[in-house]
């Protein structure tokens, strides 16, 4: 019996695939119809363990190319996640930075105020100098804490941003190859 069906454009198979593709002949969830039956016959035994073979061989390609982009997201995730851990460690140092540097200002104002109450007139000269020192540490603390604030935990920021971002990146592609995967 020779398949008269003209539709068939030369594919043997009922599912429009030539027994290369997932649902060819040789997938485990396709049943042999009495066509993939000839065909099997026709072709030998031989051929069709070839074919068997060749199919599982790229199948497991592919499934090792899977788990090795997996493999490589899972890392960039976690160094990542590691250098968000280090941002916010710097962070935090920069944030303890601007309260010492606060800390100091305070302690320097009540030593000035504390000057003050003890003698204004026998002590003008060192309560002028002490202001002339609180101006000066006011003026580097203000300019060192723009610096700081805009400089560093701007840059800390975009840092922290990009991180982020890069994460929720890796776990969508990690995601898209464990359906690959599954699939």
Do not use: C, W
Not at 71 to 84: C, G, P, T, Y
């Amino acid at each position: 019996g020779a398949n008269t069906n003209n539709n068939n454009n030369g594919n043997r198979f009922k599912n429009g695939t030539n027994g290369r593709g997932a649902a060819g002949p040789y997938s485990p969830t396709h049943s042999i119809t009495a066509s993939d039956a000839l065909a099997m016959r026709r072709d030998g035994s031989e051929a069709t363990i070839s074919k068997l073979r060749t199919a599982l061989d790229a199948a497991q390609s592919k499934d090792n190319t899977a788990k090795t982009a997996l493999a490589k997201s899972d890392a960039v995730i976690l160094e990542l996640r590691s250098s968000v851990r280090q941002l916010k460690m710097q962070l935090e140092q920069v944030q303890d930075e601007r309260q010492e540097y606060k800390q100091k200002q305070d302690d320097l104002s009540k030593q000035l105020n504390q000057q003050r109450s003890m003698s204004q007139q026998s002590n003008t000269v060192k309560v002028q100098q002490l202001e002339q020192t609180v101006q000066s540490l006011r003026s580097q603390l203000k300019i060192e804490e723009s610096q700081a604030n805009n400089g560093q935990l701007g840059e800390l920021q975009v840092q922290l941003d990009r991180a982020h971002a890069q994460i929720l990146t890796a776990d969508m592609i990690r995601k898209e190859l464990e359906d690959t995967l599954e699939a």
